[in-house]
């Protein structure tokens, strides 16, 4: 086995065991920060929808005429950013912002069977604050956020405690099925926001194939570049020097002595063939004439 193809099957096995690591690694990172990047947006949609809700409770709600026998959908926080949050959808329709509740007033709002998973975490105590998550959709992978929705003021069972004494107005428009006997500080829903995942994917795709091209056409550059190097400054100056030993070693003593210019260690090794090629010669020359 040649030096020139040694140094090959090593420089490619490196190539190959530092190109896995480096594709393994890079691929982890580029998708992590697909999915935070996912994940930011779902936070900022859920803000948005928060900030609409108090923005309805603090500044809508006081404007409106209270007149018992007429109900507004739109002073209900709930209703106001689910709205605003359609609109929204309907130019990014594979984005989607719910207040999933298992015993909803309006029925729009009735979780589904994913959602009721969430809600069992949240009402069980074990999910915290914020529940996220990737599940596959229609259109695609989709990741989702949630966050508990808790009875914290009792002015809101004015409406939900029972049909008897919640405004009738509102049990005229939605009807008795739902959005009654809620608690204090019961977890009744949660704000669920799904954002697609396939665009930041294929984007995170994307990069890795180009950075991973990159690194190869790298190593195919610099490969040829060392095997170039390696056949001037190597390969070459040792075949030489093999030829010119193995003609001396039949007998030819007229062959061209070996260039030993330089200082590197193949010209320090030719310097010592040609010191023992005179070596030789003078030896041969003394039992020449003895």
Request: proline share 6%; net charge positive.
């Amino acid at each position: 086995m040649g030096l020139r193809l040694k140094f090959n099957l090593v420089m490619l096995a490196v190539f190959v065991v530092g190109l896995g690591v480096t594709a393994y690694l890079s691929y982890e990172l580029l998708h992590r920060n697909a999915r935070d990047e996912v994940l930011r947006n779902a936070g900022v949609m859920m803000e948005a929808a928060l900030s609409m809700r108090g923005y309805t409770v603090g500044k809508v709600r006081p404007l409106l005429p209270n007149d018992p026998d007429k109900f507004l959908p739109e002073s209900v926080p709930a209703f106001a950013a689910s709205e605003i949050m359609g609109l929204l959808g309907k130019k990014y329709p594979d984005y989607s912002y719910k207040e999933a509740a298992l015993n909803p007033t309006n029925p729009r709002n009735r979780a589904v069977d994913w959602e009721n998973d969430i809600l069992g975490t949240f009402r069980a105590g074990k999910g915290g604050t914020e529940i996220s998550g990737e599940r596959e959709t229609p259109t695609g992978r989709s990741l989702y956020l949630a966050r508990p929705l808790q009875i914290r003021d009792g002015a809101c069972l004015n409406c939900h405690t029972n049909p008897e004494l919640a405004p009738p107005a509102m049990v005229k428009l939605y009807g008795l099925q739902g959005g009654y006997g809620w608690k204090l500080n019961e977890v009744v829903a949660a704000q669920i926001v799904s954002v697609p995942m396939d665009l930041p994917i294929r984007n995170a795709n994307r990069a890795f194939v180009t950075f991973i091209s990159s690194v190869t056409v790298v190593f195919v550059v610099l490969f040829v570049l060392l095997n170039a190097m390696l056949t001037l400054l190597i390969v070459h100056p040792i075949t030489q020097l093999s030829q010119t030993a193995e003609m001396i070693s039949k007998g030819r003593l007229d062959v061209p002595s070996f260039s030993d210019k330089g200082r590197d260690e193949v010209s320090q090794l030719g310097q010592a063939f040609n010191r023992m090629r005179r070596s030789l010669e003078k030896a041969i020359a003394l039992i020449d004439k003895g």
